[in-house]
């Protein structure tokens, strides 16, 4: 194919910067989940009494792995993997449409195929970025296994397995390219079908089937229909079962052909799915500048809303599960008994854990609407809008007042989910107290999210989009992981996540509530107030 090693070799010197981070980044956090392990699980009893718990508490699977034994190998992969292996799903997802739909959406495409490259090399030279990318990833993965002095043998399995679910998300990633008309669109595709299906792993691991000694879990066949489901099944440092990762594999390779076969029937700028006609007359909502940012921003709204509304289902409707395992397996209902303690603190438990996912999500919600204005002022569209009556300051202000009422939006989701949880199940309703109070806190926590990226995107404006998510993800990950990696608690209580007001034995902690709100307060007035000064930057 002519021209295929110039595009590999532009494409690779586009990209080798940040794809090193992620997997550095990636290579790290497998390294990091040994240093943890042997500090809070040191012992093999320790381990199986964990298991035990996790056993008795299966909505604890739904963010870990499938138990597959105590010993420190597998149960260090039963921990870290999915995480290892969703950060190997979004380096790849959004290669992939970077450098197809938004190459085709910025023009780049059609300078291209302009040359003797043709129709297809392009998608033919990303495929073969993605997979060098994820070869990286992995062997940077193997070597952070090796590192710590683990077998070297299940460290290539480990590493290969979340190579390979990496290459089927570049599957996907490059499929969802040829569907949809815009790279926003096809990014939500991949990421949407990524939250979906590791959910689904995670709930087909909760409903599988513990082993007698409570050390092993045989996941249910919803696992089989995520990617992740057969990454986990390879069990690393176990059973070393190399044939669901070559699924996996094949799986990935397979959607490329197919993302390769549209491409060289489809014209350039086209989709599958067909862009809506617009309205040939502007609704009343648009007279204004919010009701633009609302216009721009309602469908990230409302997919980020929808996930809340399921987790805060999931959150009350799986106490349900719970209780059907402890009724099945005698040892289980003992340990259900110890970690119950009195009424509702197991359902408790549930509910803080679910609802750290929620405010993850309304997290998202805000720093993407924050981010939108940045590609707004990129684009060069802002431009239009301010050459209006309309001030920086108010056209900043639109945009977290928006991102504001999306993070409510998918708290008060949560909310209505957990209790339409607990009409479905005929669940307990003294936790709506429970619920309320945790939603609170979780929103405050999105909030602080809102306002920092705000003040990025005063600050440094070219940095916005980078340095938002950066946030989402370090908080996410020490308020999910620092207390398992064994991180002291400053550095936990750095997670606003981590910090949110919730419910304790003894009552509610609230001690974190009013760093929150001086951090929301504090920050929100800096970004509107500096905004003043700030000139518009374009490109970036």
Not at 173 to 185: D, F, H, I, K, N
Not at 357 to 371: D, E, K, N, P, R
């Amino acid at each position: 194919m002519s021209g295929l090693g110039a595009l590999l070799r532009q494409r690779m010197r586009r990209d080798w910067r940040q794809l090193l981070i992620w997997a550095i980044g990636t290579a790290a956090l497998a390294y990091l989940s040994y240093t943890g392990v042997s500090q809070s699980y040191g012992s093999l009893q320790d381990r199986e009494q964990l298991l035990v718990t996790v056993m008795a508490n299966p909505v604890i699977l739904l963010f870990r792995g499938l138990p597959s034994g105590a010993e420190i190998g597998a149960f260090m992969v039963f921990l870290i993997f999915p995480w290892l292996a969703m950060m190997a799903a979004f380096m790849s997802s959004f290669l992939a449409v970077r450098h197809t739909r938004m190459d085709e959406e910025q023009g780049r495409a059609e300078l291209v195929s302009a040359t003797p490259a043709g129709r297809t090399t392009p998608v033919v030279a990303t495929v073969m970025h993605g997979l060098i990318a994820n070869f990286v990833l992995a062997a940077l993965t193997t070597l952070a296994f090796i590192g710590t002095g683990l077998d070297a043998s299940g460290a290539k399995v480990a590493g290969f397995a979340v190579g390979c679910v990496g290459v089927a998300f570049l599957g996907i990633g490059l499929v969802a390219g040829q569907l949809m008309r815009t790279s926003r669109g096809a990014n939500a595709l991949a990421t949407w079908i990524l939250v979906i299906t590791f959910v689904l792993c995670g709930i087909g691991n909760a409903l599988g089937t513990p082993s007698d000694d409570l050390q092993w879990m045989e996941s249910s066949w919803l696992t089989w229909l995520s990617p992740f489901g057969w990454g986990e099944n390879v069990r690393a440092y176990a059973d070393d079962n190399l044939w669901p990762a070559v699924l996996a594999l094949a799986f990935g390779l397979l959607l490329a052909g197919v993302a390769i076969a549209l491409q060289a029937v489809r014209d350039l700028g086209e989709s599958l799915v067909p862009e809506r006609l617009g309205r040939a007359e502007a609704r009343p909502l648009l007279s204004s500048p919010t009701g633009l940012v609302w216009r721009l921003t309602w469908g990230a709204i409302l997919g980020w809303t929808i996930g809340g509304l399921l987790t805060g289902m999931l959150s009350t409707s799986l106490a349900s599960v719970v209780d059907d395992i402890g009724n099945q397996n005698p040892a289980v209902e003992e340990i259900l008994s110890k970690i119950a303690g009195g009424a509702g603190s197991l359902a408790q438990a549930t509910v803080s854990v679910f609802f750290v996912m929620l405010g993850i999500f309304a997290a998202c919600a805000g720093v993407q609407i924050v981010s939108r204005a940045r590609q707004e002022e990129a684009h060069g569209t802002a431009e239009p809008v301010l050459s209006a009556a309309v001030g920086r300051v108010r056209w900043l202000v639109d945009y977290i007042v928006i991102a504001f009422l999306a993070v409510v939006g998918v708290a008060v989701a949560g909310i209505g989910g957990a209790m339409l949880g607990l009409a479905s199940a005929d669940g307990d309703w003294g936790l709506l107290e429970t619920i309320t109070i945790t939603a609170f806190g979780q929103l405050l926590a999105a909030s602080v999210f809102v306002v920092l990226t705000a003040l990025v995107f005063v600050l440094a404006p070219r940095a916005t989009i980078a340095a938002g998510w950066t946030l989402v993800g370090v908080g996410s990950m020490l308020g999910l992981f620092g207390p398992l990696f064994g991180f002291p608690d400053w550095l936990v209580h750095l997670s606003p996540l981590a910090v949110a007001p919730e419910v304790t034995p003894d009552g509610v902690d609230v001690r974190g509530m009013w760093w929150l709100i001086l951090a929301v307060v504090v920050g929100g007035a800096a970004s509107v107030t500096l905004m003043r000064r700030r000139e518009l930057a374009t490109g970036g």
